[in-house]
């Protein structure tokens, strides 16, 4: 679904992403985390094709980045930090715009499956202006699904998430996974990895560090890796 090979990016002299290899299969869920600066969310943002390596090879969904960057994109599902919904539509209008941009077929089934899916139905006539900031990113994350996806890119999803929405992201994660589809997070919240991800990467100064599977390790000894690569 991803394979990157010596991806490089530099906002002036500093390189953010600095030879990075990376790759993903269907079914995987990687856990993307690092210190503060470390290039995590400049790498995702290279994976959804939002920025252009300056060096390197990157193909996403089987195409060639850039040349397939349209198609790539259809079937890419990027969540950012910020929920970035429009606050002056209600929570069905901001869905039905990005369906209509998708020229999804179902849509209003679609939706209405979603935003009873976050937790979301009753609130969907109301102006998003009106909803907290945890509510918001799941309707967020009902836009990030809502053209069924077969790679997510999650920048610190859980931060911005009420209790509620954090629990409904984890199931998501893995019916994504057991549905064949493929996810990156980026997390500081190491110890929520062992739950939600098949493999630890950690970056450090734009580089990979460690890229290792979490199977049989407790949040403990996920928080232990990290911070061995992490120094």
Do not use: C, W
């Not at 990016?9 to 990075?20: F, K, L």
């Not at 996806?149 to 509620?164: C, G, M, V």
């Amino acid at each position: 679904m991803v394979t990157a090979r010596g991806l490089v990016h530099a906002y002036g002299e500093r390189r953010a992403v600095d030879g990075v290899d990376l790759g993903l299969v269907p079914g995987e869920r990687v856990a993307l985390a690092g210190p503060n600066g470390a290039g995590k969310s400049t790498l995702l943002r290279l994976l959804a094709t939002l920025l252009r390596a300056q060096s390197g090879s990157l193909e996403v969904l089987g195409e060639q980045i850039p040349g397939g960057t349209r198609a790539a994109r259809a079937g890419i599902g990027y969540l950012a930090h910020d929920p970035l919904v429009y606050l002056d539509l209600t929570a069905r209008q901001n869905l039905e715009l990005y369906g209509d941009l998708y020229g999804i077929a179902d849509r209003d089934a679609r939706i209405a499956e979603l935003l009873d899916r976050v937790g979301l139905p009753g609130r969907a006539e109301d102006t998003v202006r009106t909803f907290s900031r945890g509510m918001a990113q799941r309707l967020a994350l009902a836009r990030m699904l809502l053209h069924r996806p077969r790679l997510l890119l999650l920048d610190e999803p859980h931060a911005s998430l009420d209790a509620r929405g954090a629990a409904l992201l984890d199931d998501e994660l893995g019916r994504a996974a057991a549905d064949g589809r493929a996810a990156i997070i980026v997390t500081h919240e190491v110890e929520r990895v062992a739950r939600v991800a098949d493999r630890l990467v950690v970056l450090r100064a734009g580089r990979v560090v460690l890229d290792e599977p979490t199977a049989g390790l407790d949040p403990m000894s996920v928080r232990r890796r990290y911070e061995e690569a992490a120094e």
